[in-house]
């Protein structure tokens, strides 16, 4: 399995293109004798909040002046790279980052009898919420030129949005066009995404990165997986009770493939549902002492439509600030003013709800059964007492929860010993440990017959595929009849925890629970690290800044029931060894300023 360890420290030349890459953004340390880390870290100073999609420490430290100058150049013309899964652009969009859009209305949906429903609406919550994650506003778009209707013809615009040199002007107002030889970008290049996700391509590359994304598979990705010609260990799929490879929810899919074939071919509500629908949906529901459930054709899709559906103007939507950006991203759509408290801060949610709750008509609280990027819990019985003072609602998301955590899997309620039916809103997706694709929302039966039938993603969606439905609802059943799945994954997280430990690892705030951080810091660091990992065959993906705060970039490994102590011990052992070298090559200093070297107990600084 290990192979022979790539030549360690930075690159003279890498050094090089780093302090190159801060003169060319003007920075005094590019042409002074500061150290690079302080030169750069001036850089840091200057990130901008709408720059939600620039990722990895490269953003952070030398990419925002970058941008902001790539702003006012022509960017040279973009060839298609036929290689791109193995070379893409170092960048990733954040999880938790959304852009607002236009607001909706919503009453009463969840069957609770609420005081506040007939309260007026207060004006001060109206609106667009100007997010703190940023993201393009239409003043922004301005600020670069002209740009497509928001109507019209869509293929047209396809074409043409492709940008460079071969592309045609952009249709829209004329006045004001660029001539044909004008040199300011056009299309998808005039915007700020486009040109930071240049910027951080060239900055990559001029440290001489490889893309930690887009890994190709060419098989099943089980504990296990074969990239790029070379069997690693995987680390990077959250196929968290090994029920991927399993057999039998391929047979049942295999069954309803042929019985329904590829697609449902329609909106449940146009052109009908399947058994295949109906058997997963009261399973589902009985799963959480629920009245009904219902089934979306994707997990994304069904937070973004249903917190859309139930809020809007004049409601208030409180969520963790570390929630998945379906959850950000409905809520924006929503039109709901919205605040997020400090991760699983309570007294932080409850000072808002004490101000901020007789000014609102509807309050959604939204937290995570477990927590995607830190592995760990939500307080749920202090959050439903915070639910029932302040009478509002709480959603829990338990995309990463069922499966993983509770003594059967069964989630977070099982977990705190809660009666699930006390939760308005569970919501959840059959990626993880259902093995399939596709949302779900759990609740009163009033709940699930007003999103059947106003929720966009449900109504104005195709169906689930009734062959992912069928093999969900296999997954599902197993998780209950095999309970060995659930005990070998908890016993695989408490492995994980006390190895990491003491190797001197720092596992952030995991709780053993199938997501384990190893805590990096900064972006750069974490995304060598996982190159040095999978030439040494483990895959295991970095989480970089804006999916994670600045300063706290990190590993993410997925365990699985599949995965046996030694393989997670052969993947630690190789993780310390390759972090413990990086950092004494001083990358961690070049890039954040100090080394967050773990302490002998491998607390991160
Ligand atoms: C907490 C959370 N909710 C929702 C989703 C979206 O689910 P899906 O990937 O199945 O669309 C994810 C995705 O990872 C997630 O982590």
Known sequence: MSQTRPRRGLAPDVKTAALAAARRAGLPGGASVQPPGAA?????????????????????????????????????????????????????????????????????????????????????????????????????????????????????????????????PISGPTSGCPAASDSRPRGVHRLEDWQQMQAIDRATRALGLASPYFRLHEGRAEARSRIAGQECLNFASYDYLGLNADPRPRAA?????????????????????????????????????????????????????????????????????YVHNSITTGAALSGAARRSFAHNDLAALARILENARPLHRHVLIVVEGLYSMDGDLPDLPGLLALRDRYDAWLM?????????????????????????GAVDIWMGTLSKTLAATGGYVAGSGDLIRLLAHRAPGHVFSVALPPVLAAGAAAALALMAEEPWRVKKLQANGAHFLARARALGLDPGGGQGYGVLPV?????????????????????????????????????RFFLSADHEPAQIDEALGLCAEELAALRDDGLGRLFSGAAPRPTASGDSP
Do not use: W
């Open 519 to 555: 805590m990096v810091g900064d972006s750069v660091l974490a995304a060598r690290l996982s190159e040095r990992l999978l030439a040494r065959g483990v895959n295991v993906a970095p989480v970089t800044f804006p999916g994670v705060p600045m300063g706290a970039a990190r590993l």
């Open 396 to 420: 829990v998301d338990e995309a990463h929860a069922l499966g993983p955590v509770g003594a059967t899997g069964r989630g977070i309620f099982e977990h705190f010993g809660v009666d699930p």
């Open 253 to 321: 899919a295999g069954a309803a493939l042929e019985r329904y074939g590829l697609s449902a071919s329609g909106s449940r509500m146009v052109s009908g549902s399947r058994p295949a629908h109906v058997a997963l949906e009261a399973a589902l529901a009985r799963h959480y002492g629920c009245e009904a459930a219902l089934s979306f054709v994707s997990g994304h899709a069904t937070n973004v439509s249903l917190i859309a559906t139930l809020m809007g103007e004049g409601d208030l939507i409180l969520s963790d600030a």
């Open 40 to 168: 750069l870290g001036q850089a840091q100073k200057q990130v901008s909040k709408q720059a939600p999609s620039v990722a990895t420490s490269v953003a952070p430290n030398v990419v925002p002046d970058l941008a902001s100058r790539l702003a006012s150049e022509r960017l040279p013309p973009q060839t298609p790279d036929p290689s791109v899964a193995q070379r893409q652009t170092f960048s990733a969009p954040s999880s938790r980052a959304a852009d607002a859009g236009a607001g909706q209305t919503a009453r009463s949906p969840l069957g609770r009898a609420s005081a506040e429903e007939e309260a007026p609406v207060d004006g001060s919550a109206r609106g667009r919420i100007s997010g703190a994650e940023g993201g393009l506003a239409p003043a922004d778009l301005a600020a670069v030129g002209p740009v497509p209707a928001a109507s019209g013809d869509l293929s047209d615009r396809g074409t043409r949005l492709g940008g460079g040199p071969s592309s045609g």
